[in-house]
């Protein structure tokens, strides 16, 4: 598929407008580091969010510098022309080809970055950078600054203030284009074809890291470069450890297996979870505690509608899961009370621990303020959604074996996880290739 610049080029010019707006100034914004995992072998390369945002250029040892003065300018720096290291580790585009496909005002060698700065600072009013991220980056552009108040006695004044440039690119960043939107829901079909394969091969005696296997599998082969996170595949009372990787536990006869597992596509994360009977049939107890579960999602997924708050999906999931910890019994009513009691005082955090979504985007856990700005009388309400946004909705219940709790409930984890699109009137489901109803799993797990 060929390269398609516009969107980057509508993003640097966004961002270059806001910077105008505020009066002006250079924005430096670098890709991530090459990082070596043992002696001569790396980690697989993964740029920068903000820095692939704004250039879709995904080369290592990369700057893009935003000029917002009387007029404006892109600029990339990259890595130059080298027929020497390019037999070794394949192509670079070099400064002429990447200004021509990436649509950059200029670009340059990333040696010539120190020479070029200073005079690239002077006279800008600020400077919009993300500081503190690295102690390399910030100690370049000191020197850059240093350089600039050389050149003092010439009549250059040196930037007056440092603007963290992440604040304005997490805002962008926060809604969702629609090359975004396409790509996510192309992330989300993907991934949930792979839950579906995992849930159509699982079987008692397939070991996690098996299951694993065949999530990478249908991954890669649908164009995905790398899983968005480390997958979780959990079975029996691996279930219940909620930051559980992949390990080599066996699936057993009458264990859940809980799977959290989503594809990059295209720096665009999804993030799917699913929990089936490793035997293909929900206990009697498993059932019970899954039909809570999704009925909590169903009511969180309902409060995702323009102009409702962030917050009133977990709300909502909460009481339906705190509702369903009552009725079977997993909380004793005579120990914690009524409903509104057990919400007051938090005791369904026994058994959901955490919230019920984040922001989704390049990263799993994507940037995003999750409060709107304070309002008259100092309170920090919490985030108003609105269209374009995107979110995950992920309830569950972990139950793990303690005195006064029903031992049928004991290791049973569940988890439903989908992600959500924010419409005009509502959201759209981008995860609803593989199934979350009991019968339909069941029915699915059949074909296996
Ligand atoms: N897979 C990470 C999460 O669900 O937040
Ligand atoms: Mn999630
Ligand atoms: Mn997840």
């Not at 892109?74 to 390019?86: G, P, Y």
């Not at 790509?183 to 098996?210: D, N, T, W």
């Not at 009388?377 to 972990?398: A, F, N």
Request: proline share 5%.
């Amino acid at each position: 598929m060929s390269f398609n610049a516009t969107p980057f080029i509508e993003r640097r010019a966004r961002l270059l407008a806001s910077m105008r707006k505020a009066g002006g100034g250079v924005a430096i914004i670098p890709t991530a580091p090459e990082v070596m995992r043992n002696r001569d072998a790396d980690y697989p390369y993964r740029h920068d969010s903000y820095f692939y945002y704004l250039t879709g250029f995904t080369e290592p040892e990369a700057v893009v510098v935003l000029v917002a003065g009387k007029e404006s300018r892109s600029i990339l720096f990259c890595r130059d022309k080298n027929l020497e290291r390019e037999i070794w580790d394949g192509y670079r585009f070099g400064p002429q080809a990447a200004q021509q496909q990436f649509g950059f005002d200029a670009a340059h060698a990333i040696d010539e970055l120190d020479k070029s700065m200073p005079a690239l600072l002077a006279d800008a009013p600020a400077i919009y950078y993300a500081l503190g991220h690295d102690d390399k980056r910030d100690a370049q552009l000191q020197r850059w600054l240093q350089g600039v108040r050389a050149l003092a006695r010439s009549g250059v004044a040196a930037p007056g203030a440092v603007v963290d440039v992440s604040v304005l690119l997490d805002d962008m960043r926060l809604f969702k284009d629609s090359f975004e939107i396409d790509l996510m829901k192309r992330a989300g079909v993907i991934s949930a074809e792979a839950h579906c394969r995992a849930m159509r091969i699982a079987r008692p005696g397939l070991l996690e890291y098996q299951l694993e296997a065949e999530l990478l599998h249908e991954f890669r082969r649908n164009g995905s470069q790398y899983p968005a996170y480390g997958s979780i595949v959990a079975t029996g009372a691996n279930s219940c450890v909620l930051h559980y990787r992949a390990g080599d536990a066996e699936l057993k006869d009458g264990d859940l297996v809980l799977i959290d597992a989503g594809c990059e596509l295209d720096s665009y994360a999804s993030d799917i979870t699913r929990t089936f009977p490793a035997n293909g049939k929900f206990s009697g107890p498993q059932k019970e505690l899954y039909e809570i579960v999704l009925a909590a999602q169903n009511a969180a997924v309902a409060e995702i509608v323009p102009g409702k708050r962030f917050m009133d999906g977990h709300d909502a999931a909460v009481r339906v899961l705190a509702q369903g910890m009552l009725d079977t019994g997993l909380l004793d009513k005579n120990r914690v009370g009524s409903l509104q009691d057990v919400i007051e005082k938090g005791d369904y955090r026994q058994f959901y621990m955490h919230r019920t979504g984040h922001w989704l985007g390049m990263d799993v856990h994507d940037v995003g303020d999750y409060r709107d700005p304070p309002a008259a009388d100092g309170s920090k309400p919490w985030r108003t959604l609105q269209p374009g946004m995107v979110l995950t909705v992920e309830p569950g219940i972990y139950v793990r074996p303690g005195e006064g709790v029903p031992e049928k409930y004991w290791n049973i984890g569940i988890r439903i996880e989908d992600d959500a699109h924010v419409t005009a009137t509502g959201c759209e489901l981008l995860t609803t290739g593989v199934p979350s109803k009991v019968d339909d799993i069941e029915a699915l797990m059949r074909q296996g």
